[in-house]
């Protein structure tokens, strides 16, 4: 693989369709890659509730400067879709996230074949998934979690074995620290992490504090904590839930903008993902070694 400099152009194709059952008219992705270069692998990315394929532009982008050919689906719980969470619907949204997924997964070569013909430049044996928020849990799935029933019983295993390594920021926590409200709407916000065994980066910020949890933000950690190894923690001192702005800039959902932690975010991701695929351990390590002027915190095992 040759990693892009930084200031190359990049493409973005959208929208392309996948098949998905019970999808009409099918599932709408972006795909954002650099416009150069070849045998570049791939992140599928899920976005947080009410979002779409065309936010998170400041992460993407410099995913796709760093040599990622970035794949992000539009699920239905986005606000284009204005399924509301009074909507009896709403509580089966998290497995439409998940099958929306498994449909990209299972559909890479055809639908990078239909942006524009990337699929000559993309290694499709290197692939890796991210998430932010609710996606962070959508995509948790896919490295081996589960969600927890009523009665605390595990659910369907829905891994995908071309994952080859994740990242999960501002993931949901234990269900057993849910508010009133989120256990009334949110049901399917009890994650198992006991078996999320795909190596993943979980990212969590120092100030996230939930209005879903009855805890801080170490609620956001529990990924980490909970799940077996090899997992790496990055802790953004203050960062609070959109990590500094990293659905796009002058959001109205984010309350601790800040460029450089957003940077700070998307190249940790990217350097930690390359090295799991085995094409830049220079970046993770270096970033490992670093204190960041205590921005950030490194944790693993």
């Known amino acids: 693989m040759r990693t892009p400099p930084s200031d190359q152009q990049l493409v973005a194709v959208k929208p392309v369709t996948v098949p998905a059952p019970g999808r ?7 795909v954002t890659a650099p416009a150069s270069g070849r045998d570049l692998p791939v992140l599928v990315f899920s976005h947080g509730n009410a979002w779409s394929m065309d936010a998170y532009e ?18 239905p719980d986005s ?7 009074d909507d009896p619907a709403f509580r089966s949204i998290w497995r439409v996230r998940i099958a929306d997924l498994h449909a990209v997964l299972d559909d890479l070569d055809g639908l990078l074949a239909r942006a524009g013909g990337l699929d000559d430049r993309t290694d499709l044996d290197r692939v890796t998934a991210a998430g932010h928020s609710w996606g962070a849990q959508s ?6 979690a589960r969600v927890l029933d009523a009665q605390g019983h595990p659910g369907e295993d829905f891994t995908h074995a071309a994952v080859a390594a994740g990242a999960l920021l501002a993931a949901t ?5 849910l508010t ?13 992490y006991s078996t999320m065994r795909t190596r993943a980066l979980v990212v969590a910020g120092g100030k996230d504090q939930s209005a879903m949890s009855t805890r801080g933000p170490d609620w956001f950690t529990d990924a980490y904590h909970l799940s077996p190894g090899p997992k790496s923690l990055l802790t953004v001192a203050d960062g609070e839930h959109t990590l500094g702005g990293i659905a796009g800039e002058r959001v109205a959902e984010t309350t601790d903008e800040d460029p ?36 950030y915190r490194v944790d693993e095992k």
Request: net charge negative; charged share 20%; proline share 8%.
């Open 24 to 30: 009409e008219p099918g599932l709408q992705v972006k």
């Open 58 to 75: 400041p992460l993407v982008d410099r995913w796709a400067a760093a040599g990622f050919v970035v794949v992000q689906p539009t699920h």
């Open 79 to 85: 606000r284009r879709h204005a399924l509301g969470i």
């Open 139 to 144: 995509v948790g799935t896919l490295l081996g």
């Open 173 to 177: 926590g234990t269900g057993d620290s």
């Open 180 to 192: 009133p409200f989120a256990v009334e709407h949110l049901p399917f916000m009890r994650p198992d």
């Open 260 to 295: 450089a932690r957003v940077a700070l975010v998307a190249d940790a991701v990217s350097a930690y993902l390359l090295d799991a695929l085995g094409l830049d351990p220079a970046r993770w390590a270096a970033l490992r070694a670093g204190d960041g002027g205590g921005t």
